[in-house]
């Protein structure tokens, strides 16, 4: 999965990002006529959220512009950085956006302005359009398309024939980096909240904060031994209460599956950063020079939330029930 995640990273793509409070848009341009894409993401992928309209390889032109593309030229007309959806790419694409009650309106948002059918060879015109479908080629299909029915929100890979052309919707792998508003050149993310950085790095085939988290969710004391300067050192403890919404948005809390992910390969665990800054309980604090205790999501007991304490003397982990009243430190991964 780890290796899966950082192929997604570090895809070549040619990619204009703009984030802003978080809510993520991107761009793809087309060398080779200069055409700027909107996308959308669905997966591990981004679509174009327009059809293709790179007329050289086109077959047929409707009156409003679109292309038709017959399978002959399909796997060249992407432009480079992108390929054309395979079925599973488009399962997933119905699964994250055609599959629940808002399924019809989805999918009438993603065919947009594009022309509804097929360009049919036989007939020498687009047939199908009053019937509500849009056509797209599927890679690896041969004269095979989806088939999007916008009418009932319905998908389905039909036949056609070899000489049929249908419109090309392109995808390529997704940046999550730049997705979570993160420097690729230092791994640094800065929380708009109150603009405190953060070093970040794969654990786990995730995007993990490599410092604790230091954001103020309350006005109460949250440093260790009551000391302002150790927030800045070690990052600030939450209640429970306070943990599960302490991460910033497109964040969260990591569960026991995650955190049993995390530190699977313990070599390569910073002991020196993770097991220090101890936990306030009640009026006293756990062991702060060799210890650091951590929440998890994950809650099996009542009043009660999973621990998990970094032993950097020992190089030890240990997973406790801890009180939701302690203060334990945050570690947030990305969504």
């Not at 389905?156 to 052309?165: G, H, R, Y």
Request: net charge neutral.
């Amino acid at each position: 999965m780890l290796d899966v995640v950082w192929r997604h990273l570090c895809a070549v793509a040619i990619l204009t990002v703009s984030v802003v409070s978080h809510n993520y848009a991107a761009e793809f341009k087309d060398y080779r006529d200069g055409r700027v894409y909107r996308v959308i993401p669905s997966g591990n992928l981004n679509w174009f959220k327009h059809s293709l309209r790179y007329g050289k390889t086109a077959f047929f032109t409707d009156e409003n512009g679109i292309p038709f593309y017959r399978d002959d030229s399909w796997a060249t007309s992407c432009p480079e950085g992108s390929q054309l959806p395979d079925e599973m790419d488009w399962e997933q694409l119905i699964e994250d956006s055609f599959s629940g009650p808002d399924k019809v309106q989805n999918m009438k948002n993603f065919v947009g302005n594009s022309s509804l059918g097929f360009y049919k060879f036989e007939f020498d015109e687009v047939v199908n359009a009053k019937k509500g479908y849009a056509y797209f080629a599927v890679r690896n299909q041969g004269n095979r398309a989806m088939r999007l029915e916008t009418k009932r929100g319905v998908a389905k890979i039909v036949d056609l024939e070899n000489s049929d052309a249908v419109q090309i919707r392109c995808v390529y792998p997704r940046d999550y980096l730049s997705e979570m508003g993160i420097s690729k050149t230092d791994m640094i993310y800065t929380d708009k909240r109150d603009n405190k950085k953060y070093k970040v790095g794969m654990r786990g085939g995730k995007i993990w904060m490599m410092k604790n988290l230091a954001f103020s969710v309350t006005s109460e004391k949250q440093c260790y031994v009551d000391d302002k300067s150790f927030c800045e050192k070690f990052g600030r403890y939450y209640t429970y209460e306070d943990a599960l919404k302490a991460c910033p948005t497109g964040w969260h809390l990591p569960d026991d599956a995650e955190w049993r992910d995390f530190q699977k390969d313990r070599k390569t665990l910073d002991w020196d950063n993770l097991g220090q800054g101890g936990c306030q309980d009640w009026d006293n604090f756990c062991d702060g020079a060799n210890s650091g205790h951590y929440w998890s999501k994950t809650s099996v007991k009542e009043k009660t939330a999973r621990s998990w304490e970094f032993n950097r003397a020992d190089k030890d982990i240990e997973r406790t029930d801890a009180s939701v009243h302690k203060g334990l430190y945050v570690r947030c991964v990305a969504d």
